[in-house]
């Protein structure tokens, strides 16, 4: 870890995005190898295709639960936008798009991560009630259980899709950003392009923690 590099995120703030991260992909490898037959071999190698669909149903419920807690924590500074700082910032793509020489600043997150919050939040709400009534199709209509399966594949290709977004904007899309989920620190270089304003709020209340001290006066400026 090198001197100097600012903490972004807190230990039970990843664990609980790995939790949702790694039930969601087990959610999603699991789910296409019961609809595709091609992918029937994956129930081969857990002990059949019975083992891999009660995989699918407990690992929907510690995705549900894991997505309650994690709607919880993020709730307060990515669940609500702002229209007085998140328009800028949308009329310029974040930059992302096309060339912005200086892109409109944002706090701790900026409106695509929020938009990803959403989606994350409804559309995982929407395939864990869609997820349940199909398990248990005899207490609801027919109709309704028709409905869920539609239900439950849109919101697949939907969360499947965003998934791609946020692995590109992570890694390609905005260099150094992983590690704020990997170790909880990122460079200073980092944080004042990615989000300037919540770094100067850490400097002005005394709130940032950078490596090897506590506070911006006690390590110089990377």
Request: with cysteine.
């Amino acid at each position: 870890m090198k001197k100097g590099m600012i903490k972004a995120t807190r230990p039970f703030e990843r664990v609980v995005h790995w939790c949702l991260a790694l039930s969601c992909f087990l959610l999603c490898i699991t789910g296409m190898s019961t609809m595709y037959h091609s992918l029937n071999f994956i129930g081969a190698v857990i002990g059949g295709m019975a083992n891999l669909r009660m995989l699918h149903h407990y690992g929907g419920l510690f995705f549900g639960a894991s997505l309650l807690v994690a709607i919880g924590i993020f709730w307060k500074d990515a669940g609500r936008f702002s229209s007085k700082e998140d328009w800028p910032w949308i009329k310029e793509a974040g930059g992302f798009l096309w060339h912005v020489d200086d892109i409109p600043e944002v706090g701790k997150y900026n409106p695509g991560q929020k938009m990803f919050f959403w989606v994350v939040a409804l559309g995982g709400a929407a395939m864990l009630a869609s997820g349940l009534i199909m398990w248990f199709p005899l207490s609801f209509s027919k109709q309704l259980v028709r409905t869920m399966y539609v239900v439950h594949s849109l919101g697949f290709l939907i969360i499947f899709a965003f998934i791609f977004v946020h692995l590109y904007l992570v890694t390609i899309g905005a260099p150094g950003s992983a590690p704020a989920m990997f170790t909880g620190w990122v460079t200073r270089g980092w944080m004042k392009k990615q989000h300037p304003k919540w770094l100067k709020e850490m400097e002005e209340n005394g709130t940032l923690e950078v490596y090897g001290g506590k506070g911006s006066n006690k390590i110089s400026s990377s």
